[in-house]
């Protein structure tokens, strides 16, 4: 099983976000924190915020946060977000189906209760539990940060 880059892009987002508390982040921000693609990043953005993660502020002072408390954001709900219109076999997308072993599989049944095992774990996992005390989170999302703020305080380079 793989998720997709936009299952991973979200909750990289959602975590960064929560060790950020109220304040609001540019996507800029986010993308370098989390080592992705910019435009790959507001994509999940829009999605964060149509599925209501996540709320936007537009404007010179705008930017994103979390919707709720990182509490009451269930990683379950994010990846079925996510995760929800990709069929995890062929068999599971019924109109574009060509396996013609679809009516006799014994296979699909299974692969959908081991889908339901997986996501019933995952609706045990709220965003806080992913970043509540963790100082390793906190070290590495503060690290962009202390290098462009030790970018901005160090004297200019003389022109040679």
């Known amino acids: 099983m793989r998720l997709t880059v936009r299952t ?3 909750i990289r987002a959602l975590m960064y976000l929560a060790t950020r508390g109220a304040r609001l982040s540019r996507s800029a921000e986010i ?4 080592n992705c693609s910019a435009n790959h990043l507001a994509q999940v953005i829009n999605q964060l915020h ?5 709320e936007a502020l537009r404007g010179r002072g705008g ?4 919707a709720r408390p990182p509490e009451a954001i269930n990683i379950g709900d994010v990846f079925r977000a996510f995760e929800a ?3 995890f076999t062929e068999c599971f997308a019924l109109e574009t189906n060509t396996c013609p072993l679809v009516s006799a599989c014994r296979l699909r049944g299974a692969i959908s209760r081991a889908l339901d095992a997986f996501y019933g774990e995952l609706d045990q996992v709220t965003l806080a539990d992913l970043v ?4 390793a989170l906190d070290e590495i999302f503060a690290l962009p940060e202390a290098v462009s703020d030790l970018a901005r305080r160090a004297p200019a380079a ?3």
């Open 8 to 10: 991973n892009l979200s």
């Open 31 to 34: 993308a370098r924190a989390c």
């Open 50 to 54: 149509a599925a209501g993660f996540i």
């Open 63 to 66: 930017g994103v946060r979390l």
């Open 85 to 87: 219109d990709v069929p």
């Open 132 to 135: 509540e005390n963790n100082r």
């Open 158 to 160: 003389c022109p040679a």
